[in-house]
């Protein structure tokens, strides 16, 4: 018999003003010691009502980790390269990479940006750029249930996005009243973010809600598992992570993310000494556009 998910932990974080000014509130989805989020550094849920066209943001590096975004609405980027609403993008900072993310116009932006810990035999990796447009995105619509896989695999559809810590991300739409079954490893470290509406989550059919994130049973044992949604009254949307934790203990201050205080040190050396390319001009190969 497949192991049986249960909700153990509901958060409710608060919206904060984020660091675009006006117009942003940044919500942190995922906080806390990296020991029990493992896989997941963090998660922040931007929301971004811009009603000028003063630019915010602009260039900044990272490394030692990968950013995950998934872009609910609204559009990003430059005309190289223009993310919309649905659209996913991975980016594998690795050994270091600047990357831009200016915005010079009125604009109505959700997104949730994931950081995702490199294991350590990988944390030093060649940067690289994984997009996916909405079209491209594996998908299924069946009995009450659609469901978008943006990366890994469940219920049935596989991503194309190479992973170099096993990952699991899913956009999820239930009926009123529908109820669904899903299968995970049991050993992946796993929490729903609930967009719209309620679910009932599990045997014991907790109740999560609108805003609300609910962390799941974690166990070592590799073998499949089953998580139970029934939906409220309204429906639910709800994004969907599950990670295989790498067990590593890391190091993190500011933009980026090490073993040791040392590496923070070098890494920090190396941006200003103006080693770090910048992902727009890393080698084609480096970018995978799905």
Do not use: C
């Amino acid at each position: 018999m497949p192991i049986k998910r249960e909700l153990i932990k509901i958060d409710a974080p608060a919206g904060q003003p984020g660091f675009l000014g006006a117009g942003h509130i940044a919500r942190p989805v995922v906080s806390g010691p990296f020991s029990v989020t493992d896989p997941f550094i963090m998660l922040m849920d931007d929301m971004l009502d811009k009603k000028d066209n003063q630019p915010v943001g602009g260039p900044h590096p990272h490394a030692g980790f990968e950013t995950v975004t998934l872009l609910l609405e609204g559009e990003i980027g430059d005309e190289s390269h223009k993310m919309k609403g649905g659209d996913f993008e991975i980016m594998t900072a690795g050994s270091g990479i600047i990357h831009t993310e200016t915005i010079d116009k009125k604009a109505k932006i959700r997104l949730l940006q994931l950081w995702l810990n490199l294991p350590q035999k990988d944390r030093w990796v060649t940067p690289r750029l994984q997009n996916v447009s909405l079209q491209q995105v594996p998908a299924s619509n069946k009995d009450g249930v659609a469901i978008k896989v943006y990366s890994g695999t469940l219920a049935g559809l596989t991503s194309a996005v190479q992973n170099y810590s096993p990952l699991i991300v899913a956009d999820i739409f239930i009926n009123e009243g529908t109820s669904t079954e899903l299968e995970l490893p049991a050993s992946y470290n796993t929490f729903l973010y609930i967009l719209h509406g309620s679910v009932r989550v599990g045997e014991e059919e907790k109740l999560l809600q609108k805003d609300q994130v609910g962390w799941l049973d974690l166990f070592e044992d590799a073998a499949k598992s089953e998580l139970k949604l029934i939906a409220g009254i309204e429906g639910v949307r709800l994004v969907l992570y599950a990670g295989k934790p790498t067990g590593d203990k890391i190091t993190s201050h500011g933009p980026f993310i090490g073993d040791t205080p040392q590496d923070i040190q070098r890494l920090f050396q190396e941006y200003r000494s103006g080693k770090m390319q910048h992902i727009n001009t890393v080698p084609e190969r480096q970018k995978i556009f799905l």
